[in-house]
T-cell receptor, first 112, second 114 residues
């Protein structure tokens, strides 16, 4: 069966510090991968998606970046965090042309 | 612009009653509409979907209705249980740039009163 992991589960970082969140998927190959951000009491905002290794598309311009160094690994990064980067970050995967996405447990980021 | 939104941010329902969560959308080109359930501190989970050429689809205790005339989507939960307490998101799906783009609405928080 397929599983998706995210870490860390929670993170508190000062403004201006770097960020690296990791997401890995097990039990499937060549998944489509997604990063979403969910602000408190808000909906899901798509940040990045990837259909293959090294292929990253950005939905919203910001100080975040994403990379996919391996087929089932998706990394969200920032060189300098802003207060507005606080939120719940969710990684998700889907297969092929299926629109059904499977979400990870999320990382709660607080920028202080 | 394109958007998927919800009429009610919070819905309180007595245990055993039926719940109806509503959603309005603006993009007529969507292929599917989807409902997700997000429990506190967890990622969303797929509940049910409906193809854009359908009006109604039933699952286990849930029914989704689609009214394309007024661009309205609803999720009905029968005999609401405490475990149904969560935030429910409607989402629309369409092919964009060669991939399945899913746009989520803001969400409705369902509170079940025991």
């Amino acid at each position: 069966s397929q599983t998706i992991h995210q870490w860390p589960a929670t993170l508190v970082q000062p403004v201006g510090s770097p960020l690296s969140l990791e997401c890995t998927v097990e039990g499937t190959s060549n998944p489509n991968l997604y990063w979403y951000r969910q602000a408190a009491g808000r909906g899901l905002q798509l940040l990045f998606y990837s259909v293959g290794i090294g292929q990253i598309s950005s939905e919203v311009p910001q100080n975040l970046s994403a990379s996919r160094p391996q087929d089932r690994q998706f990394i969200l990064s920032s060189k300098k965090l802003l207060l507005s980067d606080s939120g719940f970050y969710l990684c998700a995967w889907s297969l092929g042309e299926s629109y059904e996405q499977y979400f990870g447990p999320g990382t709660r980021l607080t920028v202080t | 612009g394109e958007s998927v939104g919800l009429h009610l941010p919070t819905l309180s329902v007595q245990e055993g009653d039926n719940s109806i969560i509503n959603c309005a959308y603006s993009n007529s080109a969507s292929d599917y509409f989807i409902w997700y359930k997000q429990e506190s501190g967890k990622g969303p989970q797929f509940i049910i979907d409906i193809r854009s050429n359908m009006d109604k689809r039933q699952g286990q205790r849930v029914t989704v209705l689609l009214n394309k005339t007024v661009k309205h989507l609803s999720l009905q939960i029968a005999a609401t249980q405490p475990g149904d307490s969560a935030v429910y998101f409607c989402a629309e799906n369409r092919v964009s740039g060669g991939y399945q783009k899913v746009t989520f609405g803001i969400g409705t928080k369902l509170q079940v009163i025991p």
